[in-house]
């Protein structure tokens, strides 16, 4: 069986597991779990209404098993109920909106620190013992020991309330029209500035090391001497052959770090109160939104399977010793 359908079909069972395991831990409480979730709105809601509610989350009040076929039903159509904190919006419009602003800053805070830290980790290691791999690794590496929120806090106090360089909070100034015109991208970007300064310096001595690391003990490897021996130029045997194959590791971290943007950035979005997925999932908790945390949950697991599975084709792409060995099954 291919590579990548053995993938597919693992992670297709660990989405299975997730989901499952999120249908029954809410109907482990004691009690209803309906009456449960909408006691905030015992006061508002008709008893007609409750039971609509019910039907939208499989809380039929049948047998468990017809419960448990409703919710797949209702997740399969990307149905999460209506959101307690929000109410009577729906889980999935309250997501919708989170999504694009956590997808804007994770992946740009997580796309600049992975192409600037594995290019000066490979410049490090290509100039072993220079000015750069003595001062740039011990720096990043001091930097990354602090937290993200400490560095955001750190800059919204003096790039944002001493200087006022820099907004303060939110994703965009508000008044502005949302829309793919110029005034409201340019705020736009101007307040990704320091959360995505905040999260890209805490993780460059992770990327640095990694691919420095990596990269020393590739420039061992007898290719790379037989490459200076054809007369490669350098340039080519950095790109081409030592980095090529260095940052491979590095590849399978990205991966991870992009299905944790979902929940690795709840502190920072938290700091500048970035409408993001962290933001709400810290605005449920507090508010005991339950359908807008399961949900949230189950994003969160979905989200890393996914990254994972890309991370798996990437792989197949890069490197011809996967596409080899599943060449040898066959």
């Not at 359908?5 to 409480?29: E, G, K």
């Not at 809601?45 to 098993?65: D, V």
């Not at 007369?231 to 399978?252: D, E, F, K, M």
């Amino acid at each position: 069986m291919p590579f990548l359908v053995r993938r597919l079909l693992f992670y297709a069972v660990a989405a299975w597991a997730a989901i499952t395991v999120n249908f029954f831990l809410p109907r482990t409480m004691p009690g209803d779990p309906a009456t449960s979730l909408f006691a905030k709105q015992a006061g508002l809601l008709q008893p007609a209404q409750l039971e609509s509610l019910k039907k939208a989350y499989g809380l039929t009040g049948g047998s468990m098993w017809s419960q448990y076929l409703t919710y797949l039903a209702n997740v399969g159509r990307g149905r999460f109920g209506v959101s307690l904190s929000q109410f009577p919006v729906s889980v999935t419009t309250v997501i919708e909106q989170g999504l694009v602003w956590t997808l804007i800053l994770g992946l740009a805070g997580l796309f600049l620190g992975f192409a600037i830290g594995t290019s000066l980790g490979a410049l490090c290691a290509w100039r072993r013992g220079g000015l750069l791999d003595s001062v740039l690794p011990t720096l990043f590496m001091f930097i990354g020991s602090f937290p993200y929120f400490f560095l955001a806090l750190l800059a919204v106090y003096v790039l944002g309330v001493k200087t006022g360089w820099f907004p303060q909070s939110y994703a965009y100034e508000f008044g502005l029209t949302q829309g793919w015109n110029l005034p409201f991208v340019r705020s736009v970007l101007w307040h990704l500035v320091l959360p995505v300064t905040s999260i890209v310096l805490v993780s460059l001595g992770h990327w640095l090391m990694s691919m420095r690391n990596t990269m020393i003990a590739v420039l061992a490897e007898d290719y790379l001497t037989m490459a200076e021996a054809k007369g490669l130029a350098q340039w080519q045997i950095l790109l081409r052959y030592a980095a090529r194959n260095a940052i491979l590791p590095s590849v399978t971290a990205l991966g991870l770090g992009i299905g944790f943007i979902f929940s690795g950035q709840i502190l920072t979005e938290i700091v500048f109160a970035y409408p993001g997925l962290g933001y709400l999932l810290f605005q449920s908790v507090t508010s005991l939104d339950y359908p807008l945390m399961q949900a949230l949950f189950l994003m969160i697991t979905l989200g890393v399977l996914l990254a994972n599975f890309l991370i798996d084709f990437v792989y197949v792409l890069i490197d011809p010793r996967t596409r080899g060995a599943q060449a040898q099954r066959v």
